[in-house]
C-alpha cells in the first residue's frame, strides 16, 4: 500500500484547534452605524471586514466588498444592517483548521466568525491569521526541537539498552465520549512521546494526523469513551482505538469516503464529515477495522519504520 507524506504544514493544519488561530480582538459593528461610519472604521482599523452584532447575537457580515457596492450605489448615509450580508458562516472555536480552511477557501468566505458551544462570539478567522498563527507553530516547533535534542537521545537508545527477544513500549490514552475541549490532546501526547524516542520527522506527522483521526471518532461516535493503546517496537507502530460501543452496523459503508454516522448536531458544530477512516488510511502502511453491532469496535493502524527510523539523527550530526 502506498502511503501519502504528510508535511508539517499539513499536519498543523490537520491537528491544530481554530481557536489558536483566530484573532481574539474583535471590531464589531452595531447595526445602525451608517456605511460611512463602516467605511471610515475599516480605513482607521486597517481591516477588510467585520461581523454586525446586536449584543451577543451576530446579525451579518460586512466586507469591503459591500462598502463599495454601497458607494456605488449612493447609499452609504444607509444603516450597515441594510447592507450586510445575513447568511453568515461560523467555525467552532473547538474545530479543526481544516474546517475553517475549506470554508475561506473552497467557499469563497474572506472571514469567519469563531463561537463558542453556546453561539457567542470569542474571535475571527481569515487566512491572514491562519497563516500567521502557522508560521509561528512551526518556529516554536523548531525551537522545541532543537532545546529537547539531550533528553531525545537518551529516550531513542531504549531499544538499545534493554536485552530482550521482542521489547515494546506501550503506551495507553483515555478518549472521553464529547470530550471536544480534550480531544486532540492524545494525539499531541503520542507525537510528544515518539520525538522524544527519535522517530523520523516524517513518519511521526503521519502518525499525528492517523492518530488525531482516530482520537475525534472516538470522541464523536461513541457512548462512553474509549482508550488508544500505543504499541512502540523498533520495527514498527502499531495505534489501536478501542471503544464498548454502540459498534459499526456497515462496516463497508462507513469506509467509504464522506460518509458519515455522525448526527446532524456534530455536523454543524463542523465535526464528522466521514473522511476519517479515508484520512488514516492514507497516512498508515496498513489499517484494519472490526466492530460488533452493540458490542464495540476497534481500529488498528500500524506504521512501518525503515531501518535505523528510532536511531536518533543527531547521533551522527543531522537535524530533523
Not at 103 to 127: A, C, E, S, Y
Not at 189 to 199: A, C, D, E, H
Request: glycine share 8%; aromatic share 4%.
Amino acid at each position: 500500500m502506498t502511503t501519502q507524506e504528510i508535511t508539517k504544514v499539513q499536519e498543523l493544519i490537520y491537528t491544530t484547534r481554530v481557536e489558536t488561530v483566530m484573532a481574539a480582538d474583535v471590531i464589531v459593528l452595531k447595526p445602525e452605524m451608517s456605511m460611512s461610519e463602516v467605511k471610515n472604521l475599516m480605513r482607521s482599523m486597517r481591516i477588510a471586514g467585520a461581523p454586525v452584532m446586536d449584543g451577543d447575537r451576530i446579525l451579518g457580515m460586512v466586507s469591503l466588498s459591500d462598502v463599495m457596492d454601497a458607494m456605488e450605489k449612493g447609499r452609504m448615509d444607509t444603516p450597515v444592517v441594510d447592507n450586510m450580508t445575513k447568511e453568515v458562516k461560523t467555525v467552532l472555536k473547538d474545530a479543526s483548521v481544516t474546517e475553517a480552511i475549506h470554508n475561506l477557501g473552497r467557499q469563497g468566505f474572506g472571514r469567519l466568525p469563531v463561537v463558542d458551544r453556546d453561539g457567542k462570539l470569542v474571535g475571527i478567522v481569515t487566512t491572514g491569521t491562519v497563516i500567521r498563527a502557522l508560521l509561528h507553530e512551526m518556529d516554536v516547533s523548531f525551537q522545541r526541537k532543537e532545546a529537547e535534542k539531550i533528553q531525545t537521545y537518551r529516550a531513542s537508545h531504549i531499544f538499545e539498552d534493554i536485552s530482550s527477544d521482542d521489547t515494546s513500549l506501550i503506551l495507553r490514552y483515555v478518549v472521553d465520549d464529547k470530550d471536544f475541549a480534550n480531544a486532540g490532546k492524545a494525539s499531541s501526547m503520542i507525537k510528544k512521546s515518539l520525538q522524544r524516542l527519535g522517530v523520523l520527522p516524517s513518519i511521526i506527522r503521519r502518525v499525528a494526523v492517523a492518530v488525531y483521526e482516530a482520537e475525534m471518532n472516538l470522541v464523536i461516535h461513541t457512548d462512553v469513551g474509549g482508550e488508544i493503546i500505543v504499541d512502540i517496537r523498533e520495527d514498527r507502530l502499531m495505534i489501536s482505538a478501542v471503544d464498548h460501543g454502540p459498534g459499526i452496523e456497515d462496516l463497508a459503508q462507513v469506509l467509504q469516503p464522506g460518509y458519515s454516522t455522525a448526527p446532524e448536531w456534530i455536523r454543524d458544530m463542523g465535526f464528522g464529515a466521514g473522511m476519517g477512516l479515508a484520512n488514516i488510511k492514507r497516512c498508515s502502511d496498513t489499517m484494519s477495522l472490526r466492530s460488533e453491532l452493540g458490542g464495540g469496535t476497534r481500529l488498528d493502524i500500524v506504521f512501518i519504520f525503515g531501518q535505523n527510523a528510532l536511531r536518533l539523527r543527531a547521533a551522527s550530526g543531522k537535524k530533523s
